[in-house]
């Protein structure tokens, strides 16, 4: 069974960094890529940033130079850093495998707001 466990979102105040954190079970870690995607209010879920098994990644243009995304096969956990966070970076991010999906998580509550 497949389990992705999304933590690390918080309020934030315009400028501010997180670094959001998931754990995840019931996949071979190591060979999946893996993407953050995010949900803002209203809108459709979007991918934000992906990693390869071997460590390439791509971002979406809103949020490159600002998000980098990280991996650790041994704790078979991907990280999202996040700087300069804007109010429209305000979502429910959640990871997933890159390409097909898995069940979702529950996300994490990312909120950018002075």
């Known amino acids: 069974q497949v389990q992705l466990v999304e933590s690390g979102g918080d309020l934030v105040q315009p400028g501010g960094s997180l670094r959001l954190s998931c754990a995840t079970s019931?996949?071979?870690?190591?060979?999946?890529?893996m993407g953050w995607y995010r949900q803002a209010p209203g809108k459709e879920r979007e991918l934000v940033a992906a990693i390869s098994s071997g460590g390439k990644t791509n971002y979406a243009d809103s949020v490159k130079g600002r998000f980098t995304i990280s991996r650790d096969d041994a704790k078979n956990t991907v990280y999202l850093q996040m700087n300069s966070l804007k109010p429209e970076d305000t979502a429910v991010y959640y990871c997933n495998t890159y390409g097909p999906t898995r069940s979702w998580g529950q996300g994490t509550q990312v909120t950018v707001s002075s």
């Open positions: 019931g996949i071979i870690f190591s060979i999946n890529a």
